[in-house]
């Protein structure tokens, strides 16, 4: 289902009129860049100044640092939103390429700023971040100061920055470009077809076993011709990282994550303890759909196989308004948020050649909006989809008065409002089914999402941890590599996969591996997924007052660690078993009646 029509076309205009061609735009970077300038002069002269001047000098550094960050977020996102909308804008690519420029720019300088900080006395500190521009984001600069002592010297860690922009993240642009040029010769049975590994993955939903398989053996092909290639680059980025964690003085590859995550390993080690605890039911599940499959190996091309049905499609009206009534039940400025964002053509979701594919979210921190970019083609997918990104919408909403780095919310937290909505719409949902096809189609979605959480990603971090581990000895050839990710994936699938089922190439086909801003960006996704699924078993026993509770949850995300948040808010301690356990429960809640349905269906 199609509609082509204004309503569905984001509007961009009034943020900066002309797209990459805008005068606004240019006259905003040249603004930032002699901002950017102006700031290393005054910063370079710290060290000469008085006290009292220097901690003067000091405020209005750190004031003027969040006021330049504000501005380069908003041209990123903007010129992000550029390049999804229409892949064949090389202006937009071109200027996003100076902002990560500018990203760097003033890093470097901050990283002065943070030795200035850590030669700062207590009282001084105290002093510093009372005054009333710095104590909004006083935990912002709190955690830099302690970053900053764990780190090198100032100049050791600029040049590491300098030579990060062409060396480190130029290894992550390799691979984006590697796999943007891959392309496959697809058959359906119709008709031949060249497409890309974008559009191949949208096979792995196919009914037809023989083309998901088909699909599979494309994607593994397509990998293996640039297995060098990717190899090599897993292998420079691991090395990258572990000769800078050596010269920090970092022991473990755990030790960025957690610290960017703002999360101890006791909640994840907790947290996985959990996930393993349930494993054996969703071994049930995987079994129960084998029935109705029928087939007696469960292979990895088959984690998506779609079983049930509805026949039910959306109008992007219909979507809207299904979302937006169901998300008010619970909360009312949740519900009139959506409603806002979509009236005001915040969503990019028309089905149209040129766009980039999947989805995502985007904060305009000047412009206090967000930006969702989707295309919607009527399916119950496509509303889940929306439903998704405007919970990242609303989060950024909630926030949207506070300081620009009392907004810095983490990974693990950062998909904790997404998965609450859809939560939301997929229970009312479920209600609205009626035959058991239906039903047993909605169940099997819900428990994909757990298969992806438990299994998919936690086979991601396994890997990624004893990949690490064998990288210190030295480069990890790509055969070896292969044996690791199968490793990986008997662990964290158990029985589920059979001996012939797995995908040794993983390692190269996910692009979470190769990106530098994240180092292991796997884990904080079921995080925030359990963290939602948590969140939402507490507001279903909760009184009326939930809603407000809910937006002081999020207004809370970027000054506090994720155990804190939870601790504060839900009064639970992510260290022990028991939320997460309960968390896990409510996830796997519906392998029995998957069970039932299965055995009147098949």
């Known amino acids: 289902m199609t509609e082509n029509n204004i309503q569905m076309q984001w509007d961009m205009e009034s943020i900066f009129s002309g797209g990459s061609s805008s005068e606004e735009l240019k006259n905003k970077m040249d603004t930032i860049q002699i901002d950017i300038r102006e700031l290393g002069v005054v910063v370079e002269k710290l060290g000469s100044l008085s006290r009292s001047e220097k901690l003067n000098m000091l405020r209005n550094t750190m004031a003027k640092a969040q006021e330049i960050y504000s501005g380069i977020s908003q041209v990123a996102s903007f010129v992000g939103c550029l390049e999804a909308q229409d892949v064949t804008d090389e202006k937009a690519t071109a200027i996003n390429s100076r902002t990560t420029s500018y990203y760097a720019d003033i890093e470097s300088i901050l990283t002065d700023v943070d030795t200035q900080l850590v030669n700062l006395s207590d009282s001084e500190w105290n002093d510093c971040i009372e005054s009333p521009e710095i104590k909004p984001v006083s935990f912002y600069w709190g955690e830099r100061r302690t970053i900053a002592k764990l780190k090198m010297s100032p100049e050791l860690e600029q040049i590491n920055m300098k030579l990060a922009v062409d060396g480190y993240h130029g290894w992550s642009r390799l691979y984006d470009n590697t796999a943007g040029g891959l392309k496959v010769e697809f058959d359906d049975g119709k008709e031949k077809s060249s497409m890309s590994l974008g559009q191949l993955n949208a096979k792995f939903s196919s009914p037809n076993r023989d083309i998901r398989k088909q699909a599979f053996e494309k994607l593994d092909g397509a990998w293996e011709s640039v297995e060098t290639v990717t190899a090599m680059t897993l292998n420079s980025l691991a090395g990258y990282r572990l000769s800078l964690y050596e010269k920090r003085g970092w022991d473990s590859p755990h030790f960025e994550p957690f610290l960017i995550g703002r999360m101890s390993q006791e909640s994840l080690e907790a947290m996985w303890r959990a996930v393993d605890t349930g494993l054996s039911r969703l071994d049930d599940y995987v079994i129960a759909k084998k029935k109705i499959l029928g087939i007696d190996n469960f292979r990895w091309y088959d984690q998506m196989a779609p079983v049930g049905n509805v026949n039910r499609t959306f109008t992007y009206d219909e979507a809207g308004e299904f979302i937006v009534e169901h998300l008010s039940k619970l909360s009312a400025p949740l519900g009139e948020f959506a409603r806002m964002a979509i009236d005001r053509r915040w969503i990019e979701a028309e089905d ?39 919970g990242h919408s609303y989060h950024a909403w909630v926030l949207r008065d506070y300081d620009y780095f009392a907004n810095d919310y983490t990974m693990t937290l950062a998909e904790t409002a997404s998965n609450f909505n859809e939560l939301l719409v997929t229970d009312a949902a479920y209600k609205m089914l009626s035959t058991d096809e239906e039903k047993l189609w909605m169940l099997d979605l819900k428990l994909q999402e757990a298969l992806i959480h438990f299994c998919n990603i936690r086979c ?143």
């Open 352 to 390: 149209r050649p040129g766009k980039r594919g999947g989805g995502f979210c985007t904060t305009l921190p000047q412009s206090k909006e967000t930006r969702i970019f989707m295309t919607f083609n009527g399916t119950y997918s496509d509303v889940m989809t929306l439903a998704h990104e405007l």
């Open 460 to 602: 991601r971090f396994i890997f990624e941890t004893n990949f690490y581990e064998e990288r210190k000895a030295g480069t990890v050839s790509r055969e070896r590599l292969g044996e690791l990710m199968r490793d990986a994936q008997k662990t964290s699938f158990g029985k589920m996969l059979s001996e012939d089922g797995f995908h040794s190439r993983f390692w190269a086909s996910k692009a979470h591996f190769y990106i530098t801003e994240y180092p292991f960006y796997n884990f904080p996704y079921t995080v925030g997924f359990l963290l939602a699924e948590g969140i939402y078993d507490y507001s279903q026993k909760a009184d009326g007052s939930f809603a407000g509770k809910y937006s002081d949850l999020l207004c809370d995300t970027g000054v506090m660690s994720t155990e804190d948040v939870i601790k504060k808010h839900l009064n639970k301690d992510l260290t022990s078993d028991e939320f997460w356990t309960t968390a896990v429960n409510r996830v796997l809640a519906p392998v029995s009646d998957f069970k039932n349905l299965a055995n009147k269906v098949s």
